[in-house]
């Protein structure tokens, strides 16, 4: 499609940068890997080695943070630029960061609580915080998903023994986090100017 010319943008992208074949880091570690992409960096650069770190005020363990990363990410160097950035659900990116645009942490679309009981943000999930509710309002609970989403997906849902086997339970939050974080990225891109926009959809990720 390049050759044909039916990429132009593509084609402009390739002209004034670089290309070149894509390997992954070692060890493939999420956080570790998109914080990479992000900062352009090595881990031993941006400082996100894994999952999870040090919590330095609990002296235990918690999921690796965007206090840890040493190094700007691209929303970051864009932000000083000037440019308006938004940012949605990217690894090791909680809390959400104060850049010019919008930023929502990775723990925004987790449901916390069953169907029908409160489900609030995570503080820190939603950058500029008078944005919450709005974004709140975005999510989808796993418990709201019947027949109608599930069958295309899994036709033979019904065959399941849900009591032995809990994959489709397991299916159903995958799923539903997967709309709230589209959900979010795409009511950006309608009421929110921007010149860069970057969204992590985990969901191919864990099926």
């Known amino acids: 499609m390049l050759d044909a010319r039916l990429m132009p943008s593509l084609a402009g992208l390739i002209e004034r940068g670089v290309m070149g074949n ?27 080695l894994g999952f999870i770190e040090p919590d330095p005020v609990s002296g235990g363990v918690r999921p690796a943070s965007s206090y840890s990363r040493k190094t700007k990410a691209i929303w970051n160097i864009l932000t000083q630029q000037g440019l308006r950035t938004h940012v949605v659900a990217w690894m090791a990116t909680h809390p959400a960061e104060p850049i010019r645009g919008i930023a929502v942490s990775p723990l925004f679309q987790r449901a916390t609580a069953p169907l029908g009981q409160p489900w609030p943000l995570p503080s ?11 974004f709140a309002a975005l999510r989808v609970h796993p418990g709201e ?26 299916f159903a939050i995958i799923l539903a986090e997967c709309v709230s974080v589209h959900n979010a ?5 309608e009421h929110e100017d921007w010149d860069f926009a970057a969204v992590y959809y985990d969901a191919l990720d864990h099926f």
């Open 22 to 48: 894509l390997a992954s880091l070692r060890p493939i570690l999420s956080p570790l890997i998109w914080s990479s992409i992000a900062t352009g960096k090595l881990p031993d650069k941006h400082g996100i």
């Open 124 to 134: 820190g999930s939603i950058h500029p915080e008078q944005l919450s509710e709005t």
């Open 145 to 170: 998903f019947g027949e109608e989403e599930i069958l295309p997906f899994i036709p033979r849902a019904a065959e399941i023994d849900q009591d032995r086997d809990k994959r489709l339970a397991g």
């Open 185 to 189: 990225i795409t009511w950006i891109l």
